[in-house]
């Protein structure tokens, strides 16, 4: 078992980029592979959007820009990419002046400084040569509760491995919100996140920042409109300070005396219960196939029958709007992975 090493460290105080994430510290470990995790609109992928255009017009280093899913790159791309390029004139880069995204591929002034690929389809670029990708970028690679897709940790690995092949000259991002500890490509990893700071991993090559919020940056999002709707909330926690959505314990040991049975969920290889008491609610497994016939359904149609209907919208959404503000409580973490993945 390869062994992590944590280095306490802050950025509470932090006033350079007027509080917003640079890249200085991460970039001194001098490891391949570079893992920020830290707040919504903190700069995360800012900074690593310069670094990336920084690269290609001082020394022509290409960059592969990675998204989850074919929707998320489209949602890149569009428009000529306005949606990559909006936020580069506040970068006050050199000798930048235009930028475009055409059919998958990345322009600057001009000339291709690299593409935009989907994790979900890396079969399709097997072929494909990136000899002259020195930078891979895999943005919000821990994806957002209620959006499901099918990417894995198999096709990140294959995604990398198509562009990198055997080079060890690329130096790699991955970047995302603190959403969840439990992601699968940071068990893959086999580090557990607790307190603020960088995460070392020589043997792998590996140094994550689980970066926290510098005041100035807690400031100006907690005086903006949506920072004073969520302050003193659940949500202020995650979408401000940084904390994991699931950062509190989320486990329950007894079901409290009086409870509400809402429905019984039945997947593909696991059934659970969930019960409501007053204002919270709580997942158990079903240990009993054959009760409760009137509030059993699956989740989709290529499962359901006349005697299990598929779970109702509303339902759904209810179930989505108590998970965003931990409002679900489970016995353990096999069935809170089952309701993220499967019924959000």
Known sequence: MSSWKYVEYSLYNTKGDNGFYTLKKILSYNLPI??????????KTFAVKKYCISKYLQNGDKTVWVRDTE??????????GKKFFQD??????DEYKEGKIIKGEIYINGKNMGSVLPAST???????????????VYDEFIRELGRFNKNTVWETINTFSTIMRTRSDVKVFMTANALDKGDPFLEFLDVELNGFGIYINKEKGVVIHYADSSAAFIKKASEGIIGKLIMNTPLEKNLISSEFTNQGDLTFSKLPAKCRLVCVIQGFAQAVRLYQSQDTYYVTDDI??????QKRYCLSLDSCDRF???????????????????????QNEFQRKFFINYVC
């Open 34 to 43: 570079n893992i920020i995790i830290g707040a919504r609109g903190y700069g």
């Open 71 to 80: 929707d998320a790159k489209k949602v890149l791309c569009e428009n000529d």
């Open 88 to 93: 580069v004139s506040l970068m006050k880069v």
């Open 122 to 136: 890396f079969q399709r670029h097997k072929g494909n040569s990136f000899q002259d990708t020195k930078i891979v």
């Open 288 to 293: 009993n196939a054959f009760t409760y016939p």
């Open 308 to 330: 299990l209907p598929v779970l109702p919208q509303y339902i759904r959404k209810k179930i989505k709007e108590n998970m965003q503000i931990n409002n679900i409580l489970f």
